[in-house]
Each structure stands twice: as C-alpha cells, then as structure tokens.
C-alpha cells in the first residue's frame, strides 16, 4: 500500500481518538452537573448523526465533484505525478477513438474492438500473440500516449516553441467545441461526464494546450527535415531504387477460373489453355494494341447472361488499359513475378522490356495476361488540384439511363451554379475566388465524396483513375483563350454522372515521383529524431498506482457501458 496513504490514515485515527477522548471528558462533565442521562444520551446520539448526515453529504460533493481524481495520483511519468483526472481524459480520448473506428468503420479497422461489447469482455491480441482485455490495452495505451505528450511538451519548451495563431485558434475551438451540446451543464461538469470525474475546464485546457504544443513542435522538426533534403538526395535515392517510383503502361485481360469446380486443378490449366489462345489470336492479328482489344470482346462468354454489357464495358479503350501504374500496384494487383517481368532490367540496370511483349500470370481465381506498351519510365507531369460541383442526373427505380429530360435539369442547374459564381466575382470585383466557389458546394453538389471537403479533389494524377472527361479537363493544355490552364479556370463538362461545374485550383511545384521521395526520406528523418529521442528514455521511467489506474478504468467503462 501507499506509504503516503498509510500516513494519511493514522492521522485520521489518531485525530479520530482525540475527538473521542474529548467528547467523554466532556459527557463525564455534564454528567457532574446532574443532568438527565437519558436526555444526554439523546443529545449526543442527535450530534452523531448530525455529524455522520454532514460527513455523508461532504464526502457526496467531494466524489461528485471529482476531487479524488483531481487529488489521487495515478500515473508517475519521469519522476512527476499526474491525477487520476488527467489519466481518465487519456484513457476516456483511447477509449472514443477506437469506438468512433469501430462505428464508422467496423471493428476490423478498429483492432477487433466492437464498440457495441463492454471493453472488459472483449479480447485484444498483441503483436506477440498475448491476450488481455481490450479495457487493460486501453489502459496502456493511455499511459503511453500520456507518457509521450509530456515528454514532447518538456521537450517543445526546451526548444523554445511558441504557439502561432493558428494554434491558439484551434485551442478556443476546443474549448468552445461543447457549447450547443452541454444544455445547462457547466464547461467542467460537462467535461467530467464525457471524460470522467475530475476533468474540469481547466485541466481541459492544460491538457490539449499541452497537446498543441507537441503538435507545433513536430511540425516545427518536421519542417527542419524538409529544409534539409536536397536536390542531390532526392536523386541519389531515386537512382538507387528508381523502380520504387517510375511507371508504367499496359493492357490486361482477365480470365476466371472455375473456383467451383470438382476438379480445381483442371480449371485452372483449362483457364491457362484460353489465355495461351488469346495471346495466339493477338499475335495472329498483328500483335498491335487494336488486336489486344478485338480479343477482348471476341473471348467473352458469349452466353453468360452479362454479355451485352460486357461487350459495351469493353469496346471502350480504357477497359483493358492501365496508365502509370507503379510496381507496388502491379505486385498486389497480379503478382510479384508479374511485376518483376513487366520492370524487368539487363545487367547495367536499364529496362528492357520493350513494347508489344505479353505474358500470363495466374493467381488462384484468374488468369491474367499483360500487353506491354513500353517500358517504365519517370512521370514528370504535376499533379493537380481541382473542386468541382456534380449536378447529377436524377434517375428513378431501377433506371439506369437519363431521360434527356434530366440531362436537361442538370445541365440547367450546373449553368444556374456557374453564373451564381460569376455573379460573386462582378460583386467582389476579383478575377477569381476559390472561396466563393467553395461556398456554393454545400447546398449544390451531388458528389457526397467531397461535398464535405468543398468539392476539393486534390494532387490529381493523370491515370485513369477518374473518368476520361475529368481528367481531360483538368489536365487540359490550354482553356477557351488558349493558354495554359491557370488558377481560377471554370468550366462545365458532362460525364456518366451528370454535368460538373469546374473550378482549376492549381499545379504542384515538383512531379509525383519527386515529393514521393522527398516525403520518405522527411519520414525517415523524423522517424529516427524521434526514435532517438524516446530511447533515452526506459520502461522503469513511468510507473502506475494500480488501484487508482483501475478504478478510473472501471469508473470510465461503466459510464461508456451506460451510453
């Protein structure tokens, strides 16, 4: 047990004993005065239960206000105490952030933790293969997490950070984030019943205040770390590993294999012997892109019941095309073997896959044959970024084609949202304004994808992966003036979704290959700062009150369990 808390204790009883020695010197006394025993005896049971009402309702408000948890330490981080306040927020914010993943994205992406199930009674299974409940994985987590912010907060203080503007506009923001929801709950009191007792505005402050300044202090390194790659290391890795970041163009085609078959192994070899003939028409017809294409259409299953739009899906050209696809996508999309084949390299490290060559991989459900189109190569173009508002064609039931009635609606309504930015700009006098487009995003776009994020698509790469219209529009040449396409370019193009009002909001400084780098050698900068850091530092360095910890941890779980 605590030695301090034993020291508490023995004073309690020690003064317990004087007022009780005192209160009988004091009866013997009356009692010498001849009073009646029986009324004395009535006085002093009445005083008793006074004292016992008046220490029932102290004690009440003193746990009601969470001054145990404010008193009661039960973290030590470094040689310092912290409350058992301050430990319910870190375990309170653990606990919500895996409940928040679980519930929006399920409990795979939140360890296995299904927020709907006590914590106590699920399972979590570490990196090593041991089990404990997802409460005491919580419960570390927390004092990890706890542990870190204090050491990168001495740390930012050492380094003499102060906070920007920014930040402390966030900090407001924080502390006012509660305001429509509290009712007539006080700031700490509301504090207290999300993040347990104790948690009052001001230890609410202290702790994201911390949090910012740790916050500031990584950017502040980060930035560092920035500054210091060069031109020369993001070249020197590129030629070291340029396979990590070129691209590349192919055609494929997919043929499936019969997983329902009696005989697996026969499917699979029958699904090899189509490939094998496809690869022999292609070659057969010219061995060009157009005879890839033909074969396409010419080996689908003609009585599948999908035919017709299978055939449609594939007269397009971008059915079997992939652009500037990297290893990596080629690796997890095909094989490894495949993305060796199609980055292959002679002995001076050039690649030597030329255009034309095909070749076929199996996995366990296809069959896949790749046409090469050339070989890899460094993408210079910048990505960009757009907004873009979607008046979508309204289709009813189960109708899949517009009318050219709807076309017609949205097409209207993307002309009406175009001039209602226009009119902004001869309002604001200003040649552009993102803002303004922004602000007509929410109440007009279809698109629920980026509504949210003011129709914002950002660092666009010209690879297919957005529809051909799209792309062609962001990724166009010139404008209507013909010249190149600049910030503030509007426009309205129409796509199998509906009619998009356009809104060009720049180009990166540097190509994708080039900030890929750049990024991996600032992570691994960073990484290593921190790692140094946080070795300097040992297991026995942070210690527990246990029965503090625990009771927070079961105080904590009860009231989650409750809502």
Aim: negative net charge; hydrophobic residues 30%; charged residues 30%.
């Amino acid at each position: 047990m605590d030695k301090n808390l034993e020291k508490e204790k023995e004073l309690y009883r020690k003064e317990r004993k004087e007022r009780i020695s005192k209160n009988a010197k004091a009866n013997e006394k009356g009692s010498s005065k001849g009073r009646d025993h029986t009324a004395a005896i009535s006085k002093v049971l009445s005083w008793i239960f006074c004292i016992v009402l008046v220490g029932a309702i102290v004690v009440g408000a003193v746990v009601q206000f969470g001054v145990p948890q404010k008193v009661l330490k039960a973290v030590k981080i470094d040689g310092k105490s912290y409350s058992a306040a301050e430990y319910a927020f870190y375990y309170s914010s653990v606990y919500n952030s895996f409940a928040n993943y679980s519930k929006n994205y399920g409990a795979t992406y939140a360890d296995g933790f299904d927020y709907n199930q006590p914590a106590e009674n699920q399972t979590h299974t570490d990196s090593d293969g041991n089990e404990e409940t997802f409460d005491k994985y919580f419960a570390k987590l927390a004092v990890d997490n706890m542990a870190n912010v204090k050491r990168y907060y001495a740390k930012a203080l050492e380094n003499n950070i102060e906070l920007t503007e920014e930040d402390n506009e966030t900090i407001n923001e924080a502390m006012t984030q509660f305001d429509s929801q509290r009712e007539n709950y006080s700031v700490s009191s509301y504090l207290s019943k999300i993040y347990g007792r104790g948690v009052t505005e001001r230890l609410f402050k202290k702790i994201i205040t911390e949090q910012q300044y740790v916050t500031r202090f990584k950017d502040v390194k980060t930035e560092e770390f920035n500054n210091d790659i060069t031109a020369d290391k993001i070249n020197a890795e590129y030629s070291a590993n340029k396979k990590d970041y070129d691209v590349v163009d192919f055609r494929w085609y997919t043929i499936d294999i019969d997983t329902t078959a009696a005989d697996t192994d026969k499917a699979k070899s029958d699904a090899e012997a189509k490939a094998d003939e496809f690869i022999a028409a292609v070659k057969a017809d010219g061995n060009t892109e157009d005879a890839f294409k033909k074969q396409a259409i010419l080996f689908l299953d003609k009585d599948s019941e999908d035919y017709e739009s299978d055939k449609e899906t594939y007269s397009k050209d971008g059915a079997t095309i992939l652009h500037k696809t990297d290893y990596a996508t080629v690796s997890s999309s095909v094989s490894e073997d495949a993305a060796n084949w199609v980055y292959s390299v002679d002995d001076n490290g050039n690649y030597n896959r030329p255009a034309g060559e095909m070749a076929k991989y199996s996995t366990d459900e296809y069959v896949y044959i790749i046409y090469t189109l050339g070989a890899p190569y460094q993408d210079t173009v910048k990505p960009v970024s757009v907004r873009h508002i979607l008046c979508a064609f309204s289709t009813e039931g189960t109708q899949e084609v517009p009318t050219d009635e709807q076309k017609q609606a949205a097409k209207e309504k993307a002309e009406k949202v175009l001039q209602s930015y226009k009119d902004a700009l001869s309002q604001s006098g200003k040649d552009y304004d993102e803002d303004a487009f922004v602000n007509l995003v929410a109440d007009n776009s279809d698109d629920t994808g980026t509504s949210s994020k003011g129709g914002l698509i950002e660092d666009m790469i010209n690879n297919d992966q957005y529809v051909a219209e799209f792309e062609d529009w962001a990724f166009a040449e010139g404008n209507y003036a013909g010249e190149a396409r600049k910030t503030g370019d509007v426009g309205i193009i129409e796509t199998e979704y509906g009619y998009h009002v356009m809104y060009f909001v720049g180009q990166a400084d540097e190509p994708s290959w080039y900030t890929t780098i750049k990024d991996k050698l600032v992570d691994s900068e960073s990484d290593k700062y921190w790692e140094d850091f946080d070795a300097q530092f040992s297991d026995d360095d942070v210690t527990t009150v246990d029965w503090v910890k625990d009771r927070v941890v079961a105080s904590q779980n009860k009231k989650f369990a409750q809502n």
